[in-house]
């Protein structure tokens, strides 16, 4: 089973709007960690924004802010006025620890997100 | 206080040489990943390491793949006797504890093999 899933392969948005990045995740731990990255066309992982399973509050970062709803197992970007700049490859990941234990991040395989005039 | 640092940027190869990618994570950081990218896909993890210790390697493929973190110097993904199959993207990323939120990651390597 898919331990990431996101949906959406492809977006758009014009310019200024608001626009909600899906994400859902799989996992039987209790305590974990789920992570927004952009990939923009020059190739890099730029982190965006960090969930921990037992942060009460939704985590916010300038435009970022992340829905968490536990109950439903996803964890929805949502990017708030988007700038052209914002097109992008935009990746879904969750790390979880286990007997204290770090294990690996696993990526969702991707939005690609088109900010339009 | 420099980030995530990955060489060669770019590295070609012919079918049947060997490759070697390098990584060194930020200052302070003793946790290494890498993961491998093909194109319009999303990062798969390789190998996990500590220095002088491969901690999970369940994404490695089991023959021609290596990794190793020294006590001192980089990290190195040595991929032998290439295939055109192993033209990916290749990233390293750190963190300073087991723990830790974030992983920093590289600028990632582009292997072509011809």
């Known amino acids: 089973a898919q331990k990431i899933t996101q949906t959406q392969p492809g977006m758009f948005v014009q310019e200024k709007e608001a626009v909600t990045l899906d994400c859902t995740y799989d996992?039987?731990?209790?305590?974990?960690?789920l992570f927004w990255y952009k990939q923009p066309s020059s190739g890099e992982m730029i982190f965006l924004i960090y969930?921990?399973?037992?942060?009460?509050q939704n985590a916010t970062e300038g435009r970022y802010s992340l829905n968490f709803q536990k109950a439903r197992k996803s964890a929805n970007l949502v990017i708030s006025a988007s700038q052209l700049g914002d097109s992008a490859m935009y990746f879904c990941?969750?790390?979880?620890?286990?007997?204290?234990?770090?294990?690996?991040?696993?990526f969702g395989t991707g939005t690609r997100l088109q900010v339009t005039l | 206080n420099a980030g995530v640092m990955q060489n060669p940027r770019h590295l070609v190869r012919r079918r049947g040489q060997e490759a070697r990618l390098r990584c060194s994570p930020m200052?302070?950081?003793?946790?290494v990943y890498w993961y491998r990218q093909l194109p319009e896909e999303g990062l798969k993890f390789m190998v996990y390491l500590q220095k002088e210790n491969i901690i999970d390697e369940s994404g490695m493929p089991k023959e021609r793949f290596s990794a190793e973190f020294p006590k001192e110097g980089p990290s190195i993904l040595r991929i032998q006797q290439v295939v055109r199959g192993d033209s990916a993207a290749y990233f390293c990323a750190s963190s300073p504890r087991a723990r830790g939120e974030k992983l920093f990651f590289g600028s990632g390597t582009q292997l072509s093999v011809l």
């Open positions: 990941a969750m790390r979880e620890w286990r007997s204290g234990t770090a294990s690996k991040l696993t």
């Open positions: 200052k302070g950081h003793s946790h």
């Open positions: 996992t039987s731990d209790q305590s974990y960690g």
């Open positions: 969930q921990g399973s037992y942060d009460e």
